[in-house]
């Protein structure tokens, strides 16, 4: 299994209700990409305070490399994707995705 995960830096303007909006649209890409386990995104709620300004992120279980690359592909999360990076302070700068198998060891 892939776990992508990916931490952002919203925009000061950006609203709650917009950031909102964009998480349930890219949740609802698994009801039609086939490997896409699930979405779970919000603020963080760490104690550490060691966000550096990523306050925001998500992440989304893929069973295989194979439908990872599929949603990469996938022209809607292409355009939510284009979407995503206007609402970043820095655009691309605002944003870090991580992906890891998981249950691999180091």
């Known amino acids: 299994m892939i776990r ?4 952002t830096k919203f925009k000061a303007q950006v609203t709650k209700a917009d950031i909102d909006s964009l998480f349930a649209k890219l949740a ?3 009801n039609h990409l086939p490997g896409m386990r699930g979405f779970d995104g919000g603020v963080s709620v ?3 305070g060691l966000e550096q300004g990523f306050r925001h992120g998500f992440s989304i279980d893929f069973d295989d490399a ?3 690359d599929a ?3 996938h022209p809607e999360h292409q355009a939510l ?3 995503l990076v206007g609402m970043l302070d820095g655009g691309v700068a605002g944003l870090v995705v ?3 198998v998981v249950g691999a060891s180091a």
Not at 4 to 7: N, P, R, S
């Open 98 to 100: 991580f992906d890891l």
């Open 4 to 7: 992508h995960i990916v931490l």
């Open 66 to 68: 194979h439908a990872r």
């Open 28 to 30: 609802d890409l698994q």
């Open 46 to 48: 760490s104690p550490e």
């Open 71 to 73: 949603y990469l592909e």
């Open 81 to 83: 994707g284009g979407q």
